[in-house]
């Protein structure tokens, strides 16, 4: 058998004398500094973890304790938002840090300065961010519709442009693209302008070219592909029409046009918004309603290069996995979530939280809260997420392992109240949904956090929304066909 205890000293190495008294003061090594430094830190982080236990054992057990519930009473008056200061957008100004840009589909809403709204359903975009004073915000914004460029064939004049806009709206309504949202034409304008191509070096400068915008995003490839196969067109036959800017997605085309950049500064003006204090689809703190010409977009120049008190959070899981196999959502259970929130501009984060399934032993500096079921810990860190509210998750493959493991394990334990994220999915008038699907998955490492609830329904294909993936974006959009400069 391997012997593991380590040989003797060699022959004349005199022998290590005894711990103790034994010991020569003047052989004795001195602690460091730093030694002397680190074991009067740990002494006083024990002394004041003493003391906080001392002070929880005199307190009165929280309500939800019983129940192993994640109470509000428990909650630290630090993991809370500031109350929004008063505000009158007739007077004052609403200012955010924009982090995120989406779209949905629903009613449009009566806005000051804008046409009676539609009665069909509309496309809109929808902005996350924070003010400076760490209020959160989401801005619907109202007005603005997907378009993309053709040339124009020989001899097509404005005397065509009717002619195309009836033959296509009809070739998409045959298509049946267009859905229950629509109950208006599909095709909203076609226009004649002047474009050049970037595709290609021909010299020839700008030409003509044709604008088409349509009611809804989600039409783009429909009307992309019926005009390829070619459309009929009095006087002209039936000419096919090459796409230009077709693909560019929703939310980076309402990005260009509006001068809008990753995570810069929004200003809706005075006068030009309204607030929702009633019927908000998000659990934000401010909602408000604007046009899109309206906005204000602040180059990230001089005092706009600051950043919002953005509120980040860091967490990570642990699983009970079985020997020698990686963890499965359908079998094996979450034992733990550790968070830790940090305010973007400070130096120490202001908590630190460990949930745990069972019993476990204290955490220096840490918050420990622990339950009998693993429901219960699903559901304590759902709601935990919705209280502080965080503007940025982060952690280590999260969006690859941790979120995704936590939903599916979520839907397999029939969590049905464990959401993570802002929206409250309320339906919309007219039967459309102001939200996400069920469960799609943003880029979450360094954007805001929109996730969706944990529902027993089909993964969805995500949007492409997050202006805070494209940083800086601006310039022209590769489509099929070319470019088009403006």
């Known amino acids: 058998m391997y012997d593991k205890r380590r040989p003797g000293p060699g022959p004349g190495v005199p022998p290590k004398r005894a711990r103790g008294s034994l010991w020569d003061e003047d052989e004795a090594p001195r602690p460091s500094q730093f030694e002397e430094d680190l074991a009067l830190m740990e002494e006083m982080e024990a002394e004041h973890r003493l003391q906080e236990q001392e002070e929880e054992e005199l307190q009165p057990a929280p309500e939800g304790a019983a129940d192993r519930q994640f109470s509000p009473t428990a909650i630290d008056a630090r993991w809370l938002r500031p109350s929004p200061p008063p505000l009158d957008p007739q007077t004052e100004p609403l200012i955010f840090q924009q982090l995120e840009i989406d779209h949905y589909v ?14 069909s359903s509309v496309p809109v975009l929808r902005a996350f961010g924070v003010t400076d004073e760490g209020v959160s915000v989401c801005c619907h914004i109202h007005g603005f519709a997907p378009y993309f460029y053709t040339p124009a064939p020989p001899g097509f004049g404005p005397e ?30 076609v226009e004649l302008c002047s474009r050049e191509s970037m595709f290609g070096y021909h010299g020839h400068g700008p030409s003509p070219f044709l604008r088409i915008t349509l009611a809804l995003p989600r039409l783009m490839a429909a009307a992309r592909r019926l005009l390829e196969q070619g459309l009929r067109v009095a006087g002209l036959g039936t000419p096919s029409f090459a796409p230009y800017e077709a693909n560019v997605d929703f939310e980076i085309r309402f990005m260009v046009d509006a ?33 899109w010409s309206d ?44 968070s830790l929130g940090l305010r973007w501009g400070e130096p120490e984060p202001f908590l630190r939280l460990a949930l745990t399934l069972r019993p476990c032993a204290p955490i220096l500096g840490a918050k420990v809260q622990s339950y009998e079921r693993e429901e219960e810990l699903l559901q304590a860190w759902s709601t935990f997420i919705r209280t502080m509210d965080p503007d940025v998750i982060t952690g280590y493959n999260i969006q690859n392992f941790d979120l995704p493991y936590l939903i599916s394990r979520a839907q397999n334990l029939k969590v049905g109240q464990a959401m993570v994220g802002r929206l409250a999915f309320r339906h919309c008038p007219g039967g459309s949904e102001c939200g996400w699907p069920p469960y799609t998955a943003p880029t979450l490492s360094l954007v805001a956090l929109h996730l969706q609830p944990a529902a027993p329904a089909a993964p969805e294909a995500p949007r492409k929304p997050c202006s805070a993936q494209i940083p800086g974006y601006r310039g022209a959009c590769r489509g099929k066909g070319g470019i088009v400069v403006k």
């Open 106 to 119: 629903g009613p449009a809403q009566p806005l000051p300065g804008a046409p009676p709204p539609s009665q």
């Open 259 to 291: 001068d809008i950049v990753g995570c810069n500064w929004l200003e809706l003006p005075a006068g030009k918004y309204i607030l929702r204090p009633e019927g908000k689809v998000t659990l934000c703190q401010l909602e408000a309603d604007v046009l």
């Open 295 to 338: 906005i204000v977009s602040h180059p990230p120049e001089g005092q706009w290069q600051r950043i919002a008190p953005l509120r980040v959070l860091s967490f990570d899981i642990e699983c009970a996995g079985r020997k020698g196999i990686f963890p499965e959502p359908e079998r094996d259970p979450v034992i733990q979530i550790c």
């Open 160 to 189: 065509h442009l009717n002619d195309l806009q009836r033959e296509l709206n009809g070739a998409i309504s045959r298509d049946q693209r267009a859905g229950k949202e629509l109950k208006g034409p599909a095709v909203l304008s």
